[in-house]
Nanobody
Framework: QVHLVESGGGTVQPGGSLRLSCAAS????????VTWYRQRPGEERELVAQ????????LYSDPVRGRFTVSRDNTKNMVWLQMVNLKPEDTAVYLC?????????WGQGTQVTVSS
């Protein structure tokens, strides 16, 4: 099993950038697909970006494609979400999930606020 901790959230102005980190502890992180989700108050959790276990494939939701980039370094047990050209509608709690057929781990989330 892995344990996940997100960091890097904060408050930025529209058009700004943030880089979120998801640090994993435990064994076998390179076997896990990692997904970034976000959740706004009163709304369902929304998939933002996903990266495959060895990082060869990625996918993005339509609202963030072209602005967000997901990457990972399995030697460091780290996944990042680089966010540029942030918009007020990107305001949410961002969570990372690591999943295999046998395990499903979530972090506690990090708040991103985009406001002028």
């Amino acid at each position: 099993q892995v344990h996940l901790v997100e960091s890097g959230g904060g408050t930025v102005q529209p058009g700004g950038s943030l880089r979120l980190s998801c640090a994993a502890s435990g064994f076998g992180f390179s076997d896990y697909t990692v997904t970034w989700y976000r959740q706004r108050p009163g709304e369902e959790r929304e998939l933002v970006a996903q990266i495959s276990a060895v990082g060869r494939s990625t996918l993005y939701s339509d609202p963030v494609r072209g602005r967000f980039t997901v990457s990972r370094d399995n030697t460091k047990n780290m996944v990042w979400l680089q966010m540029v050209n942030l918009k007020p509608e990107d305001t949410a709690v961002y969570l990372c999930q690591a999943r295999t057929d046998l395990d499903n781990a979530w972090g506690q989330g990090t708040q991103v606020t985009v406001s002028s």
